[in-house]
């Protein structure tokens, strides 16, 4: 009973450690690409439908602490895949 209850959190420990650790130079561009674009500024989305039921409208707008902070989205692309893969982004930033 020992041994599974070890195994269990072994495998848990393991599971964790690995989503925490480097992902591919390619994954880490496209992840860093949307943070680099969030922190250009305010960001949204604005929907409008007509349907059965009448008129309908969405509107929907986020800010990024890197935005407010008035941060270079260059700087943040670099320094993200640089956190992600322990190297330098594999392709330029193209905002």
């Not at 195994?7 to 390619?26: D, E, H, K, M, Y």
């Not at 500024?41 to 602490?65: A, K, M």
């Not at 407010?68 to 330098?88: H, I, N």
Request: charged share 20%; proline share 5%.
């Amino acid at each position: 009973m020992r041994a599974r209850a070890l195994l269990i959190s072994a495998l848990a420990v393991s599971t964790t450690l690995a989503a925490c650790g480097p992902v591919s130079p390619r994954r880490a561009a496209e992840q860093c690409e949307e943070r680099a674009r969030a922190a250009q500024g305010v960001q949204g989305r604005v929907g409008v439908g007509i349907g059965s039921r009448g008129v309908s409208s969405d509107l929907e707008l986020s800010v990024t602490s890197d935005a407010l902070r008035g941060r270079d989205p260059y700087v943040v692309y670099d320094q993200c895949v640089r956190a992600k893969t322990g190297q330098g982004p594999i392709r330029p930033l193209a905002l």
